[in-house]
């Protein structure tokens, strides 16, 4: 697997709250439409494209021909899907032009982070570090607000805590900013050990600590804030601790009143860290179909439905690359987003996306105006990289 696909903050739990959860066997039906592959021999199946069903949720739909979108290559891809070419693919949703074109469920029984939040709906599905980039929109909207004055904010006054472990004044000078591009420096290493190892920084964190925002701000600082790129999960735990220590409700009611009901999204659900709180690193769980239209509203400059309801300067500062990478189709970290690249017939087309483990994706292109959202279930292998390869060889070519 490659680094950037690393496993995240689904170790807090699991590492804390060992569940078995009998899985479901049988079909059931999926909410907020769509079509269902279910039951019998996948691989004996062959993908016939259907228009997403209208519900009355903001989306307009209609055909991948209207669009310019050649049908042929999609639908070779989505039989790659049905006859598990693809494996784990759990559902993908395709808008374009405004419109959704194409939203397909695949999954057809629960799993075991389907327990956080007693979810079971198979369209629901959990977007482990998906979940940062809202985190980040909502610390946006509390920006807009009023409630944070800027992200040049003192990110420890944003805590109420009596004392820290390990002060050193580099922490009094961290900024909002810093955390937002995972630059705390703080000293962490969640990547170069296996998440669930004795030496992992999120296992040691999450296996001794129910307070994980004040568990990493103890932790000792080994670079000037600012500085060095470090990937790190609790971090974005803490800055949630901080969105709701600013906004003055919980987060949940924050995200509720403010970001999922102007995006007419009515079944949002958080994981929960010990204490409580939403879990903004790795928490969040949606329909595919709903996360397409937090894509949309990125590539619309924060306006869903002509509603503005997030700053489009934020938009802007959220998906800039404020550290550069050269990993692959990587180029760069923004707020809680990946800046990325394809190259598709010579031609390089720069894209963001949100990523968490086991293949949650939202991809946002907006010089082709277009949005693809998937969720996957490729834990603990190197299956979640699929859908790069999707997007590569078959999605963006259809758009071109």
Known sequence: MLSFLSPVAYVTYVFRHIVLLLIVSALTACGGGGDSYGGGDRAQLTYTYQVPATLNDGWAVGHLDDHDIDTDLITS???????????????????????LVLNQVFRTQLDEFDSWTSNTRLDVHVLHSTSKSFTSALVG?????????????????LFAYASYDHWDSRKANMTLDDALTMRFGIQWDEWSEPYGAPDNSLTILTAYNDDY??????????????????????????????LENSVGVPMADFAAVHLFA???????????????????????????????????????????????????????????PYTTLTWGDTSGYGYQWWIDRFFVNGQQIDSYSTRGYGG????????????????????????AGQSFEMMQQYILPAML
Not at 279 to 295: Q, Y
Request: a negative charge.
């Open 141 to 157: 909207i509390a920006i807009d607000q009023g409630f944070i004055n800027e992200t040049d904010a003192l990110f420890y006054e």
């Open 77 to 99: 891809m989505m039989n790659g899907i049905v006859g598990f070419q693809y494996t784990g693919i759990d559902s993908i949703s395709i808008a374009r032009n405004k419109t």
């Open 262 to 320: 102007p995006l007419q999204i009515v079944d949002a659900r958080w994981g929960e860290t010990p204490t409580g709180l939403p879990n903004g690193g790795s928490g969040l769980f949606l329909s595919t179909r709903d996360m397409a239209k937090f894509g949309q509203l990125f590539i619309d400059g924060g306006v869903w439905n002509g509603e503005q309801v997030i700053s489009a300067d934020w938009i802007t500062r959220s998906v800039q």
């Open 360 to 383: 949650q994706y939202i991809f946002c292109v907006p010089s082709l105006q277009l949005v693809v959202t998937f969720t996957g279930s490729n834990y603990g292998n190197d299956g």
């Open 213 to 242: 925002a004040k568990a990493l701000l103890d932790l000792p600082v080994d670079a000037d804030p600012g500085t060095n790129f470090v990937y790190n999960t609790a971090g974005s735990v803490a800055i949630a601790q901080a």
